[in-house]
């Protein structure tokens, strides 16, 4: 398959989810999101209940798909960071660990130049967690992992899904 | 790729409507969209032109119910159907889970069918996804109209691995939650196998 399964776990959840805490703090940012390539949510902190998250995935998702698009296009293997200046509000997006896409919004509380650097550092430590789960999703799926909710669904499972 | 999260409990699967333009790909969202209570679904998105032309993709998040205390969400695209958009359905194909092929049944439309359904296999291919492998099924859809190929005329040229197969009109709904089902139920079978 093209790219691995992506999976999250409790552990790995808590981590991610207390470094996206910092950057906010940290950046001053409204809210951060954490967002697979294939536009699915990973996590979210700040202000998220004020935004549709799951549009706000997929959009943010389809946008770097395009710009990367683009950029092949002009022989660049990808752009690692989009900015969005609005009238109030700022979107900051770039790509940790070549699959996962970190979104901040910020206003004008913050800075360009504050989210840049504090995004960097955070990047870095978000990317070693991310790369230790994929090991670790690879590890558990090779030895099978007993956690598997899908291993013994039924029929009847699936049937009552459209009940 | 399904996105299966541990932490919150959710599962997240991604399928694909693909077919030539005008086919009927928006109009199968916009049903189910319509008959989908409110806490099932999320915001519809269309990137569409200001002749409501699929321009990038729609969107369509799902909240189907729980499987063994999972939430199980299916987030259902479409591609736009021009040839010239053929970088953007790509894009659109990445990470897909599962694909329905919704074909015209209208006569002047199946050379279109056809082209399109080979486009779709070699950007799947492209990708490193057979056709062949991925939860797939074909809807016929406008069966309402006049002008229209036999099924089984239909099923030879566009369906010869006779994976599930839907008659449709999409306008009044007919067939499209067949569709969806079966598609989302050969994903969850795939996820289960995928083990
Ligand atoms: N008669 C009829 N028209 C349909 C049917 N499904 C879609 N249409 C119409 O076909 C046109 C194109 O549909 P649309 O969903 O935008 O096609 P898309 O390009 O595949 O997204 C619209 O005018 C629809 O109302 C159908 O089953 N029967
Ligand atoms: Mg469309």
Redesign the interface.
């Known amino acids: 398959m093209p790219n691995p399964q992506l999976v999250m776990y409790d552990e790995e959840y808590r981590l991610v989810t207390a470094l996206c805490e910092k950057l906010l703090r940290e950046a001053n940012a409204r809210v951060i999101f954490l967002v697979d390539k294939n536009g699915q949510l990973i996590a979210g902190v700040g202000e998220t209940e004020r935004f549709d998250t799951t549009s706000l995935a997929s959009l943010t998702a389809g946008n770097i798909a395009a710009t990367g698009g683009l950029a092949k296009l002009i022989g660049e293997k990808e752009f690692s960071i989009l900015f969005h200046e609005g009238e109030k509000d700022n979107l900051h997006i770039s790509i940790v660990a070549g699959r996962v896409i970190l979104v901040v919004l910020f206003d004008n509380r913050s800075s360009l130049g504050l989210v840049r650097l504090r995004v960097k550092k955070a990047s870095e430590e978000l990317a070693a967690l991310f790369n230790g789960l994929m090991k670790k999703a690879e590890e558990k799926e090779k030895s099978g992992n007993p956690e598997f909710p899908f291993a013994e669904i039924t029929d009847e499972d699936i049937d009552n899904l459209f009940r | 790729?399904?996105?299966?999260?541990?932490?919150?409990r959710e599962?997240?699967c991604?399928i694909v409507y693909y077919g030539p333009g005008l086919c009927g790909k928006t109009t199968n969202l916009q049903y189910i969209y319509n008959k989908t209570a409110d806490g099932a679904k999320?915001?519809m998105?269309s990137?569409a032109t200001e002749t409501e032309r699929t321009l990038?993709?729609d969107?369509l998040?799902l909240e189907?119910?729980e499987?063994?205390?999972?939430k199980?969400r299916f987030?259902l695209y479409t591609v736009p159907g021009q040839v010239f958009y053929d970088?953007?359905r790509?894009?659109?194909l990445?990470?897909v889970d599962g694909v329905v092929f919704v074909a015209d049944s209208q006569e002047e439309r199946m050379d279109a069918n056809v082209e399109s359904l080979d486009n779709l296999r070699y950007n799947l291919e492209e990708?490193?996804?057979d056709l062949d492998k991925l939860p797939y099924v074909v809807q016929y859809n406008k069966r309402d109209l006049a002008e229209i190929v036999a099924v089984d005329e239909l099923q030879r040229e566009l369906n010869p691995t006779a994976v599930p197969d839907f008659e449709a009109c999409a306008v009044t709904g007919e067939g499209v939650?067949e569709t969806l089902?079966a598609v989302?139920?050969l994903v969850?079978?795939d996820?289960?196998k995928?083990?």
């Open positions: 790729m399904s996105f299966i999260n541990y932490a919150s599962i997240n991604k999320g915001k998105i990137l990038f993709f969107f998040p189907l119910g499987i063994r205390g999972f199980t987030h970088a953007s790509k894009l659109i990445r990470g990708q490193g996804y939650f089902k989302a139920k969850l079978v996820l289960k995928g083990r």
